[in-house]
């Protein structure tokens, strides 16, 4: 019912965004028919606006009821912790999102952050599952796995 909306909630600033247009649209609702076009129309992404407007003007919509299942279908969104080394481009975001979504779930919520230390890869937040797939934690290991051999070939020198 919602997936039309949530389309646009990939990351926890799209999700930030579409709250607060919630709430504006939602305080427009108690006021003059026009108040709440002028929300959907200087407040709302337009792509936004365009799906609310389609949806709140159906014949004996109950808008609080509306509202209140829209609002229990974004609680129900997992908040997956990204770390990457760079920052990603809409394009990367699309395609990390739906990757992660075909594995996880589709209702998902990608909160990135960016640390250059990891060099490349990602570390993924699950549920308070910590996912290291950074080319440090490769390195790392691979060092300390062939510490000796390459302490002994070093010394040779």
Same mark, same amino acid.
């Given at each position: 019912?919602? +997936? ?17 247009? !919630? ?15 002028? &929300? ?10 365009? !799906? ?22 974004? +609680?129900?969104?997992? !908040? ?12 990367? !975001? ?6 992660? +979504? ?22 993924? &937040? ?32």
């Amino acid at each position: 019912m919602f +997936s039309d909306i949530l389309a646009f909630v990939k990351t926890k600033d799209d999700l930030e965004t579409l709250e607060t247009e !919630i709430g504006e649209i939602r305080n427009a609702l108690y006021k003059k028919e026009a108040e709440l076009e002028l &929300v959907l129309a200087k407040r709302v992404r337009k792509e936004v606006a365009d !799906i609310f407007r389609k949806n709140l003007y159906q014949e004996n919509l109950d808008k609080e009821d509306y509202f209140a299942k829209l609002e229990k279908e974004i +609680s129900r969104l997992k !908040i997956i912790g990204l770390v990457v080394a760079f920052e990603p481009t809409e394009e990367n !975001i699309a395609r990390i999102f739906d990757w992660i +979504s075909q594995k996880i779930s589709r209702y998902i919520v990608l909160d990135i952050n960016i640390d250059k230390n990891i060099i490349g890869g990602a570390v993924l &937040v699950i549920g308070g599952k910590y996912k290291d797939y950074s080319v440090r934690r490769r390195l790392r290991d691979y060092f300390q796995e062939n510490k000796a051999k390459l302490i002994e070939k070093y010394e040779r020198f």
